[in-house]
Nanobody, 119 residues
Framework: QVRLVESGGGLVQPGGSLRLSCVGS????????MGWYRQAPGKQREFVAE???????YYDEFEKGRFTISTDNAKNTVYLQMNGLKPEDTAVYYC?????????????WGQGTQVTVAS
């Protein structure tokens, strides 16, 4: 089992920045990729970014260089640095961990952290 705990969400003005953190515990050594998804009210959960244990990072197109995913393996933590935030980035952001060849939907999820972008 893997437990994920997110933090770092909050209210920020348009154009501002936030850094989300996700700390993993449990069977972390079995994890291939850790990533971020988000879900806005009335919308489906969507992929934001993922980083794999070989350091490869993947992003959704909507971010256009605004978001950066990184890890601190010593702390079993994955970060999402979000810059240039827009109101449409408002959502609950979820941390995900999955094994190799496992779909993210079948992996582990955190409880989510709310990000609100508003003036």
């Amino acid at each position: 089992q893997v437990r994920l705990v997110e933090s770092g969400g909050g209210l920020v003005q348009p154009g501002g920045s936030l850094r989300l953190s996700c700390v993993g515990s449990g069977s972390i050594s079995s994890i291939y990729g850790m990533g971020w998804y988000r879900q806005a009210p009335g919308k489906q959960r969507e992929f934001v970014a993922e980083i794999t244990n070989d350091g490869s990072a993947y992003y959704d197109e909507f971010e256009k260089g605004r978001f950066t995913i990184s890890t601190d393996n010593a702390k079993n933590t994955v970060y999402l640095q979000m810059n240039g935030l827009k109101p449409e980035d408002t959502a609950v952001y979820y941390c995900n961990a999955r094994r190799k060849f496992q779909a993210a939907s079948n992996g582990y999820w955190g409880q989510g952290t709310q990000v609100t972008v508003a003036s």
